[in-house]
């Protein structure tokens, strides 16, 4: 499998879009305690994140032995591991790092495009089954005086995401700070495509933007948080800190992008207002049913919602329950990934065969997640627990694609259950307002 294919399993399963560097300063520590630093480190961190970054000049006393310490203990906890070196050289040169690199067990590592020979470094790096990171516009302030230097009517930073295209590599480092402004990085993504993923230095500690990074990142990216984790008294609880706050802003943004972007989704007539199942009238409608006939935006909600599952550590139920209809699709993708039972509530009884308001089997002391299309004042979604609960299942929480902030979380509370929603009305006029 390739690093992006491992990146994305990963991401579904541990509900994560981070990256930690481990830039872990020495002590005065003999190199055996160091190495168990940073094996503490990895052991207390890795369910939260779906790889670690390890800089070669915090490293450079350990051997490829020690290397392979880590690179093993990473892999056994199922994350990937990148080796920060920013390798620049020419090509036979850096073709020798490069299995060295290899030898230590890492999985991917960076890259200087300076010295103009990306494709052959790629070439070499992807021979070997390494993935290739190439530095395209850094974090620190003072890089911003050569990577956007004008050059023949591009800016250098411009000149080397090109280059990392032409070279097909799998990742490019982009600064999360004031670095790179939004416009710099919708550049990048633009000029290398959907794929790569985008590496961002610079959150936690340097302050870098997460909203600006995941907003113009695109679907794939990787957000690195360094020194606010690994010198934390508790790592483990500022890593799991970190991945929510990062990944429910992934969800987020992308969730109402989906809902924007999609022919037939977004509607919005202030003049003639629409009228909602609630009977309220409103100046904008979501409608999911729409996005349903779009085979890519369908897989990525889908996708979205797998992730949002697994970061609440929701995935290990019985069964998924939904309503009628608008629910289904999704409650049906998301029963099919989980391997799980499926059942919908009907709004009301059918009148012939069973009479069933609930279809499909719930067992008494069944653990259900309800997934949705999305709520407004929540008597659908309270109806629907409800009745599950009467069959003798436990609703852990009622997850949407859209809730529109309209007392869905307030009444769910109150007979405990949590709503939890990919996006919401606020996420999608703050970037209506953006894109304005």
Sequence with gaps: MSFLGKYAELRRRKGSIMCISLDVKRKGESRKEYLERLRQLVERTAPYVVAFKINENYTRHLSVEDHQEITQLCKSLGTLTIYDCKLSDITSTATAGINIVKDMGYDGLTVNPIFGNLSQIAEVAHGLGMALFSVTLPSNPESARLFK???????????????????RVDGLVVSATETASADDINTIRKIVGEEPIILFPGIGAQSGDIEKAIIYGGWNVLLNVGRSIVESPEPEKAAAEYR???????????????????????????????????????????????????????????????????????????????????????????????CKGLVYVRHKEK????????????QRGDRVICVDDLTTTGETAEACVKAVSELGGKVLAYYVVFDREEGAADRLSRIGVRLSYLTNTSTLKGLMKKAA
């Design 149 to 167: 230097l004008d050059v023949g009517g591009k800016k250098l930073f411009e000149v080397f995401a090109e280059d990392a295209k032409i070279s």
């Design 244 to 338: 929510n706050v990062l990944t429910d802003s992934w969800i987020r943004v992308n969730a109402a992008l989906e809902i924007i972007r999609t022919p037939g989704v977004y509607h919005y007539s202030p003049e003639k207002p629409f009228i909602l199942s609630s009977g309220k009238e409103s100046d904008y409608y979501v409608d999911i049913r729409a996005l349903y006939s779009h085979p890519e935006p369908r897989g990525k909600i889908a996708e979205l919602m797998l992730v949002k599952i697994s970061m609440e550590g929701n995935v290990n139920v019985d069964k998924v329950a939904t309503t009628e209809t608008a629910g289904i699709p999704i409650a049906s993708i998301v029963a099919d990934r989980l």
């Design 351 to 362: 009148g012939y065969g069973t009479g069933r308001k609930v279809e499909g089997i719930v």
